[in-house]
């Protein structure tokens, strides 16, 4: 199986390229700069096992909530491969490859993953382990970090940027209800690799951005 993955919802951008279960990884914390190294990074990760985009079995890609901007890339280069190489798309949900990137570090049994918004909001994803998997608890929503609501008490690991752009405000909430706090956690293209065979495929022309609200941000 050989499956090329990327992550652009958020300031970080990530590639990921596996090949017969060995992964490689280009990733950076890189704000406005994923037109810029996203294409380079994946003709290097292919270069580097002498293989084309002819070689690809299919492709994942985070479809989001993230930022308009960095999301559309990322969703219009894996459109752009898929369509020209008839390749399937999985397309994951950016919240739930974050909590899988703060399980492979702590394995937490319950996950909180919230991202910065902007417009004083907080995407957040709730998420359960179940037989080895964490799974969605409970709706994706967007909100201001003081009217989060958490669907069971816990206790939840919380990761990602929302704990670092809006730590005051999520202390009231989160207060007794979480044990552990990662604000450097990021959703990455290995996470979006480890939940691809979790969707199932689509088509290019049928992937579309999960944005969660209808006024979007930079």
Known sequence: ???????????????ALEVDGEI??????????????????????????????GDLDALAVSRGPGGFTSLR??????????LAHELPIHAVSTLAALARAADSEW???????????RMSEVYAG?????????VAVADEVVVPPAGLALPHEGPWLAAGSGLASYGDELESVLAGKVSEKHPDIWPD?????????????????????KYVRDDVAN
């Open 107 to 117: 394995h937490a049994k319950h996950v909180l993953a919230v991202l910065d918004a």
């Open 189 to 209: 293209a290995r996470s979006v690799l480890a939940l691809a065979e979790t969707v199932e495929p689509v088509h290019a022309w049928e992937l579309e951005p």
């Open 1 to 15: 199986m050989i499956c090329l993955a990327l992550e652009t919802a958020t300031d970080f951008c990530s590639v």
């Open 126 to 134: 709730f998420f359960d382990s179940r037989d080895g998997d964490h």
């Open 24 to 53: 490689s990884v280009r990733e950076a914390l890189a704000p406005r700069r994923h037109a810029e190294l996203l294409i380079p990074w994946i003709r290097e990760l292919l270069e580097e096992r002498d293989i084309g985009f």
């Open 73 to 82: 890339i990322g969703l219009g280069v894996a459109q752009g491969i898929a």
